[in-house]
């Protein structure tokens, strides 16, 4: 990676600072992420990923890349055993990121917790995250087997600011499933030394072993007035609104049955070769349908991250120029002005119908949405969502289509048939 050498809106206007401290591998924090803003008293800075293909439309060879690295050097710190490893991914962000870790490894299996509740699938266990907007992690897999064995966990998040998210997942799951191992993987390690001796006090408390690995380490530098002075700031215009209204198209992409769209239900070692092959068969369905040579930003939505980003990483093969991202939970500050990361954002309902009418209610987010740099051919952008989210709510009036199209954005939307976990596990237990 190239150094970054200009300096962010938010350290130069507020102080807030990202201060890099040391890499195994030549990543640097100021590279990685950049300081961004939100409206939470409890914290007003937010690590916008530039590797991640969350808030930022990123090059998908970059996405896989940081996850790839961030992988061996988990294997490095497990050897013999890497192998034999469950990796669990952080809902929501760290969905794709868990699985690019997972791929690295060869891992045996690959699971992600989920704030969706699925029909048929059983409830293995869960944890709370208390600072969170959204706090609640399931976990589903096919077969508790899957998950409750003594090999060590891999637990993959983007960034650790404090480890006590981190720390109290493993308290929780230790608590049901106890292992001798635990390695916590993330992009970015921002932790304190108060707080890296608060995880050797939860390892003693265990009797485990807890090991962190990251990209880059370093520092968060915090103004004491940055709350007060980020809710000073003015409203943020989201929703922009164009004189062009875009146009939206669907395609429904073919996905086996038999095969994991994610990580959600359990992704097995055995299943690598078969979800490679319906990838192509449904990057051929998207080609299909849209011009080569336009652009394309794929969207994921929320925690499907992986099969959009492996999409993308597809399309760019085949010579369409491709960034990735996805759709959030996660309201940030939005501010249209240069060395700011997050230039525009989109506000929308949850496309899903969720069963508690408070999660139905709670917006979504879209940040950027754009190419990165100025193009001579506008590009499209690729909204790749999961059958629960083919509803009525995605075509309706404050849905994400429509804000996207009220921005004057072409939209194609891909829908893939979501796993279902009941016609997996029959499969699993023939095969």
């Known amino acids: 990676m190239t150094g970054v050498v200009d300096i962010p809106w938010a350290t130069a206007e507020l102080g807030l600072a990202l201060e890099h401290v040391d890499s195994p591998c030549g990543d640097t924090v100021p590279e ?49 055993t890497a192998s034999e490893v469950v990796v669990l991914g952080f809902a929501e962000t760290a969905t794709g990121l868990g699985h690019c870790v997972a791929d690295a490894l060869d891992a045996a299996c690959y699971l992600h917790s989920t704030r969706r509740r699925v029909p048929g699938a059983e409830v293995l266990a869960g944890f709370e995250e208390g600072h969170s907007h959204a706090t609640f992690h399931l976990l589903q897999p096919t077969s508790g087997a899957l998950f409750a064995n ?9 960034e650790i600011s404090t480890g006590a998210t981190a720390l109290d997942a493993i308290r929780a799951l230790h608590r049901d499933h106890p292992r001798e191992h635990y390695v916590l993987a ?30 880059a380490s370093g520092r ?17 215009a ?25 990580g959600r239900h359990g992704m097995l070692r055995a299943d690598a070769s078969a979800f490679d092959a319906a990838l192509s068969s449904a990057t051929d369905a998207l080609a299909a349908v849209r011009e080569a040579d336009r ?12 099969l959009p980003l492996r999409l993308a990483a597809a399309l760019a093969e085949r010579g369409t120029p491709a960034r990735f991202q996805t759709t959030t939970r996660s309201p940030a500050y939005v501010m249209d002005v240069e060395g700011y990361p997050l230039r525009r954002g989109f506000r ?41 989210a083919d509803t009525d709510r995605l075509r309706a009036p404050g849905g994400v289509l429509d804000v996207l199209t009220a ?23 023939k095969r």
Not at 407 to 421: F, N, R, S
């Open 150 to 158: 003594s090999a060590p966990l891999v637990l993959v998040d983007d």
């Open 348 to 388: 929308f309902i949850a496309p899903e119908h969720i069963d508690t009418g408070f999660e139905s209610e709670v917006p979504r987010y879209l940040y950027n949405a754009q190419w990165p740099t100025p193009t001579g051919i506008r590009p499209e952008l690729i909204l790749v969502i999961d059958s629960p």
């Open 238 to 262: 989201l929703c922009p609104v164009s004189d062009r209204r875009g146009e939206v198209r669907f395609v429904t992409l073919p996905w086996p049955a038999h095969v994991p769209d994610g």
């Open 295 to 306: 652009p394309a930003v794929v969207v994921g939505h929320e925690e499907l991250m992986y």
């Open 186 to 215: 993330s992009l970015v390690d921002m932790r304190s030394e108060e707080d890296r001796r608060r995880t050797a006090e939860v390892a003693a408390e265990l009797g485990a072993t807890i090991r962190h690995v990251s990209l």
């Open 407 to 429: 921005a004057g954005e072409d939209v194609l939307v891909a829908i893939v048939p979501a796993t279902d976990p009941r016609a997996l596990r029959t499969h699993r237990e």
């Open 220 to 236: 968060a530098v915090v103004p004491d007035d940055l709350v007060a002075r980020v809710s000073a700031l003015p409203e943020p």
């Open 32 to 80: 990685l992420v950049r300081p961004g803003l939100r409206r939470n008293p409890r914290r007003a800075h937010l690590l916008v990923s530039t590797v991640l293909g969350k808030h930022v439309p990123t090059d998908p060879a970059a996405v896989l890349g940081a996850g790839h690295r961030l992988g061996r050097l988990v294997a490095a710190e497990l050897g013999d």
